[in-house]
């Protein structure tokens, strides 16, 4: 029997997960741990003329130095009375949206793989990076899918509301796709079975692999700079390697780069230049593999 398509688009899922992910007590905005050290809470590149001109501008601007603008003060003001936690890892997650099939096939039940299943496929280029990825960051890094073990819009917003999107998800690690086209799975959580040789799969849960990879050491970092000069060192040299062959997606990276380290050049020499090029980079290329990045640790 043919999978059916999912009732809601990709972008209605990703946007609670990450929400509601982003909002425990392990996972955080690099921007709020980091924010000290880069001196911003969020900042875009834009060329549209109307927000330009509700500023009193006739064209569009190339950019502004941020560095004019006394940042540490207002991020001061707003989270003086939130704790952020001591960095320990990396979590970068890939939302997936998934087809439905109301039986599974036998080479899948063999497996473990119950009725009714969801799936979802992998992109080769993106699994590609992303092993890189992991393998680069080794003990500091989780990174993994995400994608929803519900197909209905109705659930979608039953599990915002409520909500527990995050424990109606599968949360399968890069490497545990390795080599393989998709991911079959008939419950939340790890556990499922990957295409092409079919194998099954059992993990615990994201957060509950957040918490044990602490608990194991995830080692402490070095300062935020250092941090961050490490990820941007990583993503550069898991987008280098991606194939043989240049692709699109490594080409807009380097180019994208390349531009990042002209505007951080804006800045004095020093810590707050090298985080800014750093921090900017690892956004760009999560940006580019459509990645969402997060950041664990104990509070205080």
């Known amino acids: 029997m043919a999978l059916k398509t999912c009732e ?6 990703r946007g609670p997960l990450f929400n509601q992910l982003s909002t425990s007590s392990l996972l955080w905005e690099p921007g709020q741990v980091f924010e000290k050290h880069i001196g911003i809470d969020h900042a875009l590149f834009t060329t549209h003329a109307y927000l330009h001109a509700l500023h009193g501008h006739n064209m569009p601007l190339d950019g502004v130095v941020l560095s004019r603008y006394n940042w540490d003060y207002i991020w001061a003001v707003r989270r003086s009375k939130k704790k952020l936690p001591s960095f320990r890892l990396n979590v970068f997650i890939q939302a997936k949206r998934p087809q439905y099939g109301r039986y599974a096939p036998k080479v899948l039940k063999a497996k473990g793989l119950k009725s009714p299943y969801w799936r979802f496929e992998v992109t080769p280029h993106q699994q590609v990076a992303l092993e890189k990825l992991q393998q680069r960051l080794n003990s500091r890094a989780i990174v993994c899918y995400a994608c929803p073990a519900f197909h209905k819009e109705s659930i979608l917003h039953k599990w915002t509301v409520q909500p527990q999107i995050v424990e109606n998800s599968t949360f399968p690690d890069v490497a545990t796709l390795s080599g393989h086209s998709a991911w079959n799975f008939s419950e939340p959580g790890a556990r499922g079975v990957a295409n092409i040789d079919p194998t099954a799969s059992d993990a615990p849960s994201l957060l509950e692999r957040v918490s044990l990879l602490i608990e194991r050491g995830g080692q402490e970092s070095g300062t935020a700079v250092e941090e961050l000069q490490f990820l941007s060192q990583a993503v550069k040299l898991a987008m280098e390697s991606v194939s043989d062959e240049a692709t ?12 990042l380290q002209e505007i951080a050049s804006e800045f004095a020499n020093g810590e707050e230049r090298e ?3 750093a921090y900017a980079t690892v956004l760009h290329f999560c940006y580019l593999n459509r990645l969402k990045w997060l950041v664990a640790g104990h509070a205080g």
């Open 248 to 259: 699109h997606i490594q080409a807009r990276f380097f180019e994208g780069a390349r531009t």
């Open 275 to 277: 985080a800014l090029a």
């Open 8 to 13: 809601f688009e990709e972008a209605e899922y």
